[in-house]
């Protein structure tokens, strides 16, 4: 049943003439007698009286005219949520970000809804290593990480740089330094994330090279656990400086740099390289590249 015929069959309907519905929808009398004509062999029943000459519907008329407004406003509701959607005035981006990289995305979103507070904005928690099959898989549409995934499937935008830094309590006796040595460090007493990454191994390896003792008395599951333990100085930990950079400007934490370990990390946005977008994921992925381009990478 095709959708144009329908129109055909409301438009007689309601002008009660077969020449002002042809002028109605800029078609030739003939061709609306055609359509209704087909539309009438593919339904097996009369829909127009034919001995009279206003248009009048049969009872079989009457109630495919129903069924055929509904299925027209149908039409014209998913059309105006698609032009919503295309305005964004309707959708959302779905994001899979780790505890450190969330970090970054707070003043991304903050000024995509300043942009677009209509759209939806779900990020999920998830591991870094298992983000980039989250977005193959399909389970979102935007992965933000720290490195870049080896998936030709997956297209990578740097959006930020960020570093490793030493972290501290302020009334830590380091904590007036700007930089520190790993020899410094053969006595203090860290607190560390449980969770294996590239950056812990190049950490423990730094401190082999130098034949300096890393001490980790404490392992913990979360970045913010671990800055709490040093505000109290329980010990001292090296973090990503994005993850803590709230409480360094607020001065509950002192941050030092470690000369022999300049340990930089690109923050990556990943999506699906031959997918299209939704239109409210290209919208946030612009935003993202506007801020990086404004502040920097």
Do not use: C, W
């Not at 519905?21 to 003939?30: D, K, S, Y």
């Not at 949520?81 to 003043?107: C, D, F, Q, W």
């Not at 030493?166 to 449980?194: C, M, Y």
């Amino acid at each position: 049943m095709d959708i144009n015929q329908l129109e055909v069959l409301v438009t007689v309907a309601r002008e009660r003439s077969f020449s002002r519905a042809a002028e109605v929808l800029n078609r030739t009398q003939p061709a609306i007698s055609q359509a209704v004509r087909r539309l009438e062999q593919e339904v097996g029943e009369k829909l127009f009286d034919r001995s009279t000459k206003d248009g009048t519907l049969t009872f079989a008329g009457e109630v495919l005219l129903d069924y055929a407004r509904q299925m027209l406003n149908l039409r014209h509701t998913a059309q105006a949520a698609l032009v919503e959607m295309r305005n964004l005035h309707h959708g959302k981006v779905t994001i899979s970000a780790n505890e450190h990289t969330v970090s970054y995305l707070l003043p991304v979103i903050e000024e995509f809804r300043r942009l677009h507070p209509l759209i939806k904005i779900e990020v999920q928690r998830g591991v870094a290593s298992r983000i980039p099959k989250q977005i193959t898989g399909r389970e979102v549409e935007l992965g933000v990480i720290s490195f870049t995934p080896n998936d030709d499937s997956l297209r990578s935008v740097s959006v930020m740089t960020d570093e490793l830094v030493l972290i501290a309590s302020p009334k830590h006796k380091l904590a007036r330094q700007s930089s520190v040595s790993i020899k410094d460090l053969g006595d203090e007493t860290f607190v560390a994330h449980n969770a294996p990454s590239p950056y812990r191994q190049k950490v423990i390896e730094s401190f082999e090279k130098h034949k300096t003792s890393l001490n980790i008395s404490v392992e913990l599951p979360s970045l913010e656990a671990i800055k709490k333990l040093v505000e109290k100085g329980v010990g001292v930990a090296l973090v990503p400086k994005l993850s803590a950079a709230a409480e360094i400007e607020g001065g509950r934490l002192a941050a030092l740099s470690v000369k022999e370990m300049k340990l930089e990390r690109k923050l990556n946005i990943v999506y699906r390289r031959n997918s299209e977008l939704s239109h409210a994921a290209k919208a946030f992925l612009q935003v993202a590249k506007d801020l990086a381009g404004k502040y920097g990478k």
